[in-house]
């Protein structure tokens, strides 16, 4: 079994995280005070693919003024393709929302107070109803493509081709295993899959966007093939060379605005002194 990964059912036993490392992975504790639940979505038949990048590789792409979340003092870059089951306003029923598949090009961030989250290049959908919601609610980068999931023998396959502006596109072929249980916090696995908030760019600032659900259960995955260039898309040199990869079956999930901040979450000289409280941030992650 891969390292990080807890055996299927849970035993209780959690991995003891590392000295260096900050807030856990997982789900923000509930009440979701400060939050405006805005959809239901079900998440399914997620693959994640993911490399190491120099930190200076990454930088650029994202806003100065967002810190990367660093691990082992190398920066994360992701692509993660799954179909998306009854997106819907909260009170509709399932059977009225949109199913579509979605692919994401992203990297890992830190939100003020230091919490984990995801910083997206792009995101790729095949429905145009979907995109064009997403730019209007949340000002996320979507782009319309054509997408298709396919089984060729044992091999799973997924197909993405951006629309436009330009072709870019994911082709994998993989072959999914059994199930391996949840990723163990403070694990490389939980820094990489287990994120619940999201920053993005919105009227000169940033909006945060927070999604919940139960940790993703694990399967074992073998990557057959992979080509993409969503990431060189959006400026980023990966390194030519096979992807972690992690799959889950899925979840259900609750999406949820920010409206308001909880207290303390940044100290006022943070606030006064960002360059400052960023570049301990970045430091201290490495």
């Known amino acids: 079994m891969p390292a990080g ?4 059912p849970r035993t209780g036993k959690v991995e003891r995280m590392e000295a260096t490392r900050k807030p856990e992975n997982g789900p923000p504790p509930r009440p979701d005070r400060g939050t405006l639940l805005e959809g239901l979505q079900g ?12 930190y200076a590789a990454v930088r ?3 806003p100065a003024a967002l810190p990367l979340d660093l691990r082992d003092g190398k920066a994360w870059v992701s692509v993660v393709a799954f179909d998306i089951a009854g997106a819907r306003p909260p009170l509709v029923p399932p059977g009225l929302g949109l199913a579509f598949l979605e692919t994401n090009a992203r990297t890992y961030v830190r939100l003020p107070g ?6 997206f290049f792009s995101l790729d959908a095949s429905s145009w109803l979907a995109v064009a919601g997403a730019r209007l609610a949340y000002g996320l980068p979507y782009h319309h493509a054509r997408m298709a999931r396919e089984r060729d023998g044992d091999l799973e396959v997924y197909r993405t081709v951006r629309r436009r502006p330009e072709a870019a596109g994911l ?7 059994d199930p391996l249980g949840t990723a163990a916090p403070g694990s490389l696995d ?14 000169g600032g940033f909006g945060t966007v927070r999604v919940r659900h139960e940790p993703y259960p694990l399967r074992e995955v073998e990557i057959a093939s992979v080509s993409e260039d969503l990431l060189a898309a959006a400026g980023i ?6 992807p972690l990869a992690h799959f889950s079956d899925g979840v259900n999930v609750e999406v949820r605005r920010v409206v308001a901040w909880p207290r303390g979450s940044m100290r006022r000289a943070e606030v006064a002194e960002p360059a400052r409280f960023l570049s301990r941030i970045e430091e ?3």
């Open 43 to 54: 998440w399914r038949r997620l693959l994640f693919l993911h490399w190491p990048v120099a």
């Open 114 to 119: 230091g919490e984990p989250g995801v910083w």
């Open 5 to 8: 990964l807890r055996p299927a």
């Open 60 to 62: 650029p792409a994202v």
């Open 190 to 203: 939980a820094f990489l899959v287990e994120r619940y908030a999201l920053r993005v760019a919105r009227r």
């Open 284 to 286: 201290d992650a490495t």
């Open 171 to 177: 082709e994998v072929r993989y072959r999914v295993g």
């Open 237 to 242: 040199e990966r390194p030519d060379a096979p």
